[in-house]
């Protein structure tokens, strides 16, 4: 990975609104909900107890599906989405990495504000081929709620592994604690993540050739909103390259919105550079773009 890449930590939100149904187009998935047609699906979840989360993130290569194509990657726990991590600020992470690799890895928990020494965020640590080695992050009480993302940062090998899968999600819960009438929305988690492919394996070709953009692992995946609903959309880029130009579009439509005298709203282009979150209100009444 980029070595700009890896300091390019943003989180923001902002009201925007559906007018539509149907958000993106047709692709392949597991149904991720009762309506029809949707093809979307989230990242298995381990969630802190009583104020501490423990979870083993086990590096190695794997046979995984992303999109319709079986392929042999390096990832966490044997998917190419591994398991999102949700805490609260005030919480323990235990977390215990074991590398099935051939080359040396690590773990860094990007954009979190903890401590960088011991077992903590210590980009200097390092699990060696056939090797483990344990963390203890402790959040801060007071750490800013959002989503943020963990993945590999040793020396010479970022790049290659965060290539070919090893990032995941992680978020501090309470970014909806000051807003009680939205504390019920329903959340999404959309992780963005390109890979390149040649005879079943992940390869580097030179940035954008050739390359598969896949949202949770999925190609083009349905998600299904009905009007006035209102959804908590976490966006982030966990790739290791590549740039993505989000638009808000809706199927059959130029932009999700339209203004009472029809007239359509133009939709501003949004860059997510890799590393880049963004948190998104769907609901009925504000502008779409901002």
Wanted: hydrophobic content about 35%.
């Amino acid at each position: 990975m980029r070595e700009r890449s890896t300091i390019h930590a943003m989180a923001a939100a902002f009201l925007v609104t559906l007018c539509a149904g149907l958000v993106s187009g047709s692709g392949a998935g597991v149904m991720a909900s009762g309506d029809r047609g949707e093809t979307f699906r989230e990242p298995a979840v381990v969630a802190s107890r009583q104020g501490a989360l423990s979870a083993t993130l086990t590096a190695g290569e794997s046979p995984v599906s992303i999109g319709n194509q079986r392929v042999t990657a390096a990832v966490y726990n044997g998917s190419y989405v591994p398991p999102t991590l949700r805490v609260r600020p005030g919480d323990v992470m235990r977390l215990r990495l074991v590398n099935g690799l051939g080359d040396p890895t690590n773990l860094h928990l990007h954009g979190l504000t903890v401590s960088p020494l011991g077992t903590s965020d210590n980009v200097f640590l390092h699990a060696p081929p056939a090797g483990a080695q344990d963390y203890e992050i402790r959040i801060p009480s007071n750490h800013a709620p959002g989503l943020y993302w963990y993945h590999p940062h040793p020396h010479g090998h970022s790049d290659d592994q965060v290539r070919n899968g090893m990032s995941g999600a992680l978020v501090v819960e309470g970014l909806l604690d000051p807003f009680p009438a939205l504390r019920a929305v329903k959340e999404r988690l959309l992780l963005l993540k390109d890979v390149q492919i040649e005879n079943g394996r992940v390869v580097h070709l030179g940035i954008g050739a050739h390359a598969i953009r896949t949202v949770n692992g999925l190609i083009n995946p349905t998600l299904v909103l009905h009007p006035g609903e209102t959804e908590l959309w976490r966006i982030g880029n966990v790739g290791a390259d590549l740039y993505y130009c989000c638009l808000s579009r809706a199927r059959g439509k130029r932009s999700w919105c339209r203004r009472r005298a029809r007239e359509p709203i133009r939709c501003g282009r949004r860059p997510s550079t890799p590393g880049r979150k963004a948190t998104t209100i769907r609901g009925r009444r504000s502008r779409p773009c901002v």
